[in-house]
Structure formats: C-alpha cells, structure tokens
C-alpha cells in the first residue's frame, strides 16, 4: 500500500491585532518546535518582518478589500462582520495558489475565531481546520450565551437590577450584567456577530489558550457546547519559550529596578490599544505618588504624551518606559493591568497580583475572576480618584491582604509551571494536538461540529 505523504505546514490566521497575533505566533513557535513549518496569513495592513521576528515562518499577504480605517468609520463590530464578507474569496485563492506553488502539505488550517471566513477555504480544499481562541474559556462560553438572546428582549430584561444580577447557568459568579458586551455597540448587531462565529463555520477541534487549573468548568461545558476537542494549551508565552512581541522591549528600566526594594514596585501597563482621558492620568499619577511606592509606567508609541505636570511627578517617584520586558523583576510586587487576557496570563505566570482597571466587556470578565475567583487583584471600579489608587496600591503592596494575593498568585505560578512540564494538562494537551495533526489530521474531513 502506497504511504501518504505526511503533511507537516500548518497555516496560521490571526486576527490581525496586537493581543491576537501574539499568541498566535507563540502558537506557531511552540508546533514549530514539534517540527512543523509554519505559515502565516495577514491582512496586508499588518505585514510582519519573519526574519526579524519569526525566522523560520513564511509570511503571505491576503490581498484586502476592506481597509482598516474603516474600523473607525463603521465600528469593530461591523468592520468584523465585512471583513469576513469581503476576505474569504482572497483567502481562498491565496490557499489555491500556495497548494499549486508548494505543494499539498498543509496538514491543518488554524484561524483566530473571529476570522471565521477561513473555514470555507477549509472546506472546498478538504484540509482541517481548528479555531483558536485567544481570550478565556468563560469568555467563550459567555459568546456562546449571547448568540442564544435576542437583544431586543435584553435590553428590555437588563432594566430589572434582578435579572441584571441573575448568574448565569452553570458560569457562576458570572450575572447577566457581566456578559462581555461593553465596547461592542449597538447589541442587535453583536449578537449577530456572535451567530454568525458559531454557525458559518465547522472545525476539527479548539484551541484556548488558557490553562485547566484556572478554568475547569468553563473548558468542560466548551467541550459539551462545541463536540469537538478542545486543547488547553496556555499559557503559551510559557509553551513557546519564544519572545514574540511586534513591540521593541525598552530594556533601561532594568538598572532603576535593580535599585527598588524586592515586591516594592508597581508595573503598569494598559496594553497595547487602548488610551486613558488626561484627567484618569492625573489621578492616577497623584494616587501613585500619594503611595509613596515606587511604580513602572508603560507609555506605549503613539500613546497620547503624558501632561507636563504628569511627567515631573513621574520622575520623582517612577520611570517611564515605551515597551517594558514582560519577564518579572524582583523588585515588582504589583502589576496595574487593563485585564487583557495576555496580560492576565503572564501576571499569573510570574506571581504577581494585580490592580485592575478594565476598558471593555472582555476585560471585566477577567477582572471579575482576578479579584472574585482567583482572589489576586484589587477591582477599581466607577470613576479613579486618587484616594482610591492610594489605597488600592498600599492594600496591594503593604497590607496582608496584599501579602495573601501574593500567596495564591504564587501557588498559581506553580501550577502554570506543571502545566506546560512533563505530564502538565497543557504539555498533555499540547501532544494531543500534535498527534491530531501528525495522523488522524492526515485524513480528517472537515466536516466538524458548528458550535
């Protein structure tokens, strides 16, 4: 009998964002260290350098018709929405071109969730497909809720502060007012994007990158919801053991942290996106100095610049940096997040609690399990004043409140680090994958559960 060629390039769609694409390529890094060849499809607004940052991947441009501005014009949920309209015919005849050109060794197609239009491509080319989703499982398990309501019944519903604080069946402490919606206006049209990433598509299996020991309930009723495998492969800034910021780490705040008390500092970061009014700024400047605790500030490029007055405080007591390294220094004892599941994931890592101050819906998830669940953050919630960053800063780093963060943040830290070892659930899941992809991925149909 004729031995089928092993198919060992695995495709890899990522929403074309900062917080997507960054996992994605820790993705890439860690099934490229199982020996197989990577290949990465963006938009071509968002070209990345492979020798620069990814030597080894191949990087191909899909041709777009919709262009990014348009986000701004139309909002992200539409922009979503056409993209996935107006990119699948381009996607599937750079698929075509790259059979003919390199042959028929794609063994799987994985693709950010939101960018559902590959599973067709998938489908008329008979290769499997997996989704990857880069938030958590609860915030998984919370879309797949949403596309279930109709919004206009809702609305009307979350009128009632009863039903508003309502858990939601088997996702306690998560109520209906926690569903992750905020940002992502008008609802009607959410929801519909939440229909649309459960039902256009079918996959062969999930991928989260998350870990079980956080998440257990919300990764078992995925796997009941989607029918398909579901691999817990997180955290994969661990897996990978691979840098893979597009951001230029700014490394001269290492020499002013040599210099701070262990666990006396407080890092803070809002991501890669997201803007804060000058008069939060201000506020949070006077608490932190009010603190008297030295902090790291990340001000990333293109940021707005940081009022004068801002500015003169900071130097007093802090430092400021475009891009900081992500490792843990000794000195931090407090990471000031936005709750991104990135940075939620790398906090945990290193056992450091939190102070959180969420942006949108997806972030005040996390933040609700940091401070609810997890028990290792401080929530700042309503509008900051700098009494309350005081003494959300003292509580963290001074109290024994803090010191009792720190401890479960530390025993998480450890259970992350079995994980990804030999015999972890995320060094299991992760061989598990490869196993798919090595053999029953060899003649897997695409004809997966929607979910």
């Not at 206006?185 to 989260?208: D, H, M, N, Q």
Request: glycine residues 6%; negative net charge.
């Amino acid at each position: 009998m004729e031995k089928r060629a092993e198919k060992k390039r695995i495709v890899l769609v990522p929403l074309p964002l900062q917080g997507h694409i960054t996992p994605m390529m820790q993705l890439g890094q860690a099934l490229n260290s199982k020996g197989f060849s990577i290949t990465v499809f963006l938009g071509e607004f968002n070209r990345v350098s492979s020798s620069k940052h990814f030597p080894g991947f191949q990087f191909i441009t899909i041709p777009e018709i919709l262009p990014v501005a348009e986000v701004e014009a139309i909002g992200p949920v539409e922009f979503l929405i056409k993209l996935n309209k107006t990119s699948e015919a381009n996607f599937k005849d750079c698929v075509s071109q790259m059979l003919i050109q390199q042959g028929n060794d794609i063994a799987c197609i994985i693709y950010d969730d939101l960018m559902y239009f590959c599973g067709a491509a998938a489908n008329e080319f008979k290769i499997p497909s997996i989704i990857f989703c880069t938030t958590s499982a609860t915030h998984k398990v919370c879309n797949y809720v949403l596309s279930k309501l109709n919004a206009e019944k809702f609305l009307i519903d979350m009128e009632d502060p009863d039903l508003q604080n309502k858990v939601v069946e088997n996702l306690h402490p998560v109520s209906f007012k926690d569903l992750p919606i905020g940002g992502f206006e008008p609802l009607e049209r959410f929801l519909v994007l939440c229909r649309e990433i459960i039902t256009k598509r079918s996959a062969c299996g999930a991928i989260i990158n998350t870990v079980s020991c956080l998440e257990s309930s919300s990764l078992t009723l995925l796997q009941q919801e989607f029918g398909i495998p579901v691999y817990p492969l997180g955290p994969l800034h661990i897996t990978a053991k691979e840098t893979s910021s597009l951001l230029e780490e700014d490394r001269s705040c290492i020499e002013w942290l040599n210099k701070q008390k262990p666990r006396s500092v407080i890092y803070i970061s809002m991501g890669s996106i997201f803007d804060i009014e000058t008069k939060e700024v201000l506020e949070m400047a006077n608490g932190l100095c009010d603190s008297n605790q030295p902090f790291l500030w990340v001000i990333r490029p293109g940021s707005k610049p940081l009022p004068e007055e801002v500015s003169k405080m900071v130097s007093e007591k802090g430092f400021i940096v475009k891009w900081a390294p992500q490792n843990a220094h000794p000195a931090v004892g407090g990471f000031w997040s936005h709750c991104g599941w990135n940075s939620t994931l790398e906090s945990i890592a290193e056992g450091v609690p939190m102070i959180c101050r969420p942006f949108n819906g997806e972030q005040k998830l996390n933040a609700l399990y940091i401070e609810s669940v997890w028990r290792i953050g401080i929530l700042l919630q309503g509008e900051v004043e700098r009494g309350g960053v005081e003494r959300a800063v003292k509580r963290l780093i001074m109290d024994e409140e803090g010191a009792s963060m720190r401890e479960r943040a530390l025993v998480l830290k450890e259970k992350f680090n079995y994980s990804v070892r030999s015999g972890g659930s995320s060094y299991n899941a992760l061989n598990e994958l490869v196993n798919y992809l090595e053999t029953e991925g060899k003649d897997a149909k695409t004809s997966g559960s929607n979910y």
